[in-house]
């Protein structure tokens, strides 16, 4: 049968993933990134990799880009 684990994850049950093998992921069948610091105002698309929306930046997307200021980045 296929394993249903993705990101190097290991199938242990039918239906079953270990995610103890696919660093830096999580979920049913460790198909979700973790971003160890969260992601504030952004999405988590990678191990530890936030996509930050508008005007945020940083690792975690909790500071405000270049240029920006204020509690919305404005």
């Known amino acids: 049968p296929e394993n249903p ?4 994850g ?3 049950a039918p239906e079953v993933c270990d995610c ?3 660093p830096g992921y999580d ?3 460790c198909e979700d990134p973790v971003c160890s610091a ?6 988590c698309e990678a191990p530890d990799t936030c996509t930050c929306d508008g005007n945020w930046s940083g690792t ?3 500071v405000c880009a ?3 200021s204020g ?4």
Do not use: R
């Open 60 to 62: 975690a997307c909790d």
């Open 20 to 22: 103890a093998t696919a």
């Open 27 to 29: 979920g049913v069948t």
């Open 66 to 68: 270049a240029g920006w």
């Open 5 to 8: 684990c993705q990101n190097g």
């Open 38 to 43: 969260g992601c504030v105002n952004g999405s």
């Open 10 to 12: 290991t199938c242990t």
């Open 71 to 74: 509690p919305s980045c404005e």
